[in-house]
């Protein structure tokens, strides 16, 4: 079983439309929580981290994390054509430990 | 301030051949680390450096792949003899402070081994 789940999609949307993306994990150690945005040809940037159950908002964006279900997501509103990228959450166990990534989803918002 | 950078951003080589990377991590980061993509695959943590010190190298496929970080600063790694299966998309990325939340990613260096 892997260590952080995720549909690799493809999700398309329309502009303006709110955007669900979801992973799965199996690793109790995990403290924190992250989401990058990964265009296409370029390096995983950092969109949000969360340590604890509950939501983070940030601007368009929120994150939310149940840890009692071990389930994080991702919420983007009125999302636009510039945000069609691949969406990958991962999980770390804490300090300077390694990430673990999800596979990754492919996200396409068409005007 | 510039980024991590890592260099070639597209290596193709043949199988058998040496092929070395390189990540210049963001000035004054003392954690740098590797991951690779493969194809289909997620991205999978290779190894993690302090300073010049290796801290974790769990994540090395096999003793095919060398990385070294002489001095501290940028990092090399080094790929002897390719093998078809090496073929994916290797990131760096390195942190100061605020753990590995805070970790910045290079645009990663494409490697092809045919």
């Known amino acids: 079983q892997k260590e952080v789940e995720q549909d690799p999609g493809p999700l398309s949307v329309p502009e303006g439309a709110i955007v669900s993306l979801n992973c799965t994990y199996s690793?109790?150690?995990?403290?924190?929580f992250m989401w990058y945005r990964q265009y296409s040809r370029k390096g995983p940037e950092l969109l949000m981290y969360?340590?604890?159950?509950g939501n983070k908002e940030d601007g368009r964006f929120t994150a939310q994390v149940d840890k009692s279900s071990k389930y994080i997501s991702l919420f983007i509103r009125d999302s636009q054509p510039s945000d069609s990228a691949t969406y990958l959450c991962?999980?770390?166990?804490?300090?300077?430990?390694?990430?673990?990534f999800g596979a990754g989803t492919r996200l396409a918002v068409h005007p | 301030e510039a980024g991590v950078t890592q260099f070639p951003s597209h290596s193709v080589i043949e199988k058998g051949q040496t092929v070395t990377l390189r990540c210049d991590p963001i000035?004054?980061?003392?954690?740098l680390y590797w991951y690779r993509r493969v194809m289909g695959k997620e991205i999978k943590f290779l190894l993690h450096f302090v300073k010049e010190s290796k801290q974790d190298e769990s994540g090395m496929p096999n003793n095919r792949f060398l990385a070294e970080r002489t001095g501290g600063t940028y990092s090399t790694l080094k790929v002897q003899p390719a093998e078809l299966e090496d073929s994916g998309v290797y990131f760096c990325?390195?942190?100061?402070?605020?753990?590995?939340?805070?970790?910045?990613f290079g645009q990663g260096t494409r490697l092809t081994v045919v």
């Open positions: 000035s004054g980061h003392d954690n």
């Open positions: 991962a999980g770390g166990a804490g300090g300077y430990n390694k990430l673990i």
């Open positions: 990325a390195s942190t100061q402070t605020g753990g590995s939340t805070e970790a910045f």
């Open positions: 969360t340590y604890s159950s």
């Open positions: 690793n109790s150690a995990f403290q924190y």
